[in-house]
Every structure is written in C-alpha cells, then in structure tokens.
C-alpha cells in the first residue's frame, strides 16, 4: 500500500492504516531543498518497493505531522522511518540512494 498524505483524508487513511503492518515513512518540507533532491531517489524507490506486499510506504508532508501522534519526534527534513503496527522500529540514516533505502526496507 502507498499513501500520499497531502490532505486531511489522507491523514486519517494512514493513522489507521498504520497500526497493522511494516511502514516506511518519508517525513519532508515542500520547501526543503535536501527534501527536493531526495524526491527523485524516493520515487524510484516507491516504484520498485510497491511490489513487495508485506511492505507499506507513505509520504507526509511536514504540516500534517503534528496531527499524526507519533510517540517519537521528527527532528529535521527529510526523516524516514520505519514502523511496525504503529511503534518505531528504525530511522534512516545510510546514503541516500535506491538501494540504501531498499537495504533500509528489508
């Protein structure tokens, strides 16, 4: 499953959706310049991770993630996280490229 949090159904689409299963979650600003280089990286991840169906990815734009209720804190833009069945697992923090995010992933 991919969700795109860019707007209050999306929100809450994803505050349930998380509570079941394995998420990776990009947290970023639109008007993060890391965030902006990061975007093109993301998306070919997404592309080939979408056919792994025990893994679920989303996007959260930076306004939205106050309202989400994540027991830990988004420091900085971009983060990503790993979560099972809505708790932190893991963040990110190899190169940012395709294959270290899919390393990340598995």
Not at 7 to 25: F, Y
Not at 54 to 80: C, H, R, W
Not at 84 to 104: D, P, T, W
Request: glycine share 4%.
């Amino acid at each position: 499953m991919y969700i795109r949090v860019g707007d209050e159904k999306k929100l809450r689409e994803l505050q349930k959706a998380m509570s079941h299963g394995n998420w990776i979650i990009n947290f970023h600003a639109d008007y993060c310049g890391h965030c902006q280089r990061l975007k093109p990286t993301w998306n070919k991840f997404v592309i080939r991770m979408k056919k792994v169906p025990s893994l679920n990815i989303a996007d959260v734009e930076s306004k939205f993630i106050s309202q989400l209720k994540l027991q830990d804190q988004i420091m900085g833009y971009p983060t990503i996280k790993m979560y099972n069945n809505n708790n932190v697992v893991s963040e990110f923090n190899e190169e940012r490229n395709v294959s270290g995010l899919q390393r990340f992933a598995m």
